[in-house]
């Protein structure tokens, strides 16, 4: 797809215009009675460094830890950050998706096992620096708004 072209850019604005009202729509998703998690990173954008990456791992970890969910051993909840972007004009445009993937059991006629994400918040940055810009809206933002909601729920 060629981004300067029309339909490029009216697809770039939707997601944009999308990814603002996720931000501030109320979370529909529960972390009640969370207790540990595994902490995963997918990074499918060229502009966030491995070293960020691991900068990052650790310093979810930590906070986690601080706020009593454990992190080390097995454990089939994961906590996945998961960063995509692309460029134009010289900007990076960055999508991270901080979720949650357990397994649960469905309510239906017969209860299945099944994986599902049972929590998602994301953000959207434009950047001239990827790696601080990144860094800080994992380390600042989506970790505080999941532990004011986990703090939340509890209590």
Same mark, same amino acid.
Request: hydrophobic content about 40%; glycine content about 2%.
């Given at each position: 797809?060629?981004? +300067?072209? =029309?339909?490029? +850019?009216?697809?770039?604005?939707?997601?944009?215009?999308?990814?603002?009202?996720?931000?501030?729509?109320? #979370?529909?998703? +529960? /972390? =009640?009675?969370?207790? @540990?998690?595994?902490?995963?990173?997918?990074?499918?954008?060229?502009?966030?460094?491995?070293?960020?990456?691991?900068?990052?791992?650790?310093?979810?970890? #930590?906070?986690?830890?601080?706020?009593?969910?454990? #992190?080390?051993?097995?454990?089939?909840? #994961?906590?996945?950050?998961?960063?995509?972007?692309?460029?134009?004009?010289?900007? =990076?445009?960055?999508?991270? +998706?901080? !979720?949650?993937?357990?397994?649960?059991?469905?309510? @239906?006629?017969?209860?299945?096992?099944?994986?599902?994400?049972?929590?998602?918040?994301?953000?959207?940055?434009?950047?001239?620096?990827?790696?601080?810009?990144?860094?800080?809206?994992?380390? =600042?933002?989506?970790?505080?708004? !999941? /532990?004011?909601?986990?703090?939340?729920?509890?209590?």
């Amino acid at each position: 797809c060629d981004w +300067s072209s =029309d339909v490029c +850019s009216s697809d770039l604005l939707l997601l944009s215009l999308f990814c603002v009202f996720e931000l501030f729509a109320a #979370t529909p998703f +529960s /972390l =009640d009675n969370i207790e @540990r998690l595994n902490v995963h990173f997918i990074n499918d954008s060229d502009h966030v460094s491995n070293t960020t990456i691991t900068k990052m791992k650790a310093a979810l970890t #930590t906070t986690l830890n601080q706020a009593g969910i454990q #992190t080390k051993g097995f454990n089939p909840n #994961t906590l996945m950050i998961k960063i995509e972007s692309i460029s134009q004009n010289k900007t =990076d445009f960055i999508h991270i +998706s901080m !979720f949650i993937g357990e397994e649960v059991i469905t309510h @239906r006629k017969d209860k299945i096992g099944t994986f599902a994400i049972t929590y998602m918040m994301s953000d959207f940055i434009d950047t001239d620096e990827p790696d601080e810009d990144v860094y800080t809206s994992v380390t =600042d933002f989506l970790i505080s708004e !999941f /532990l004011e909601q986990y703090k939340e729920e509890n209590e």
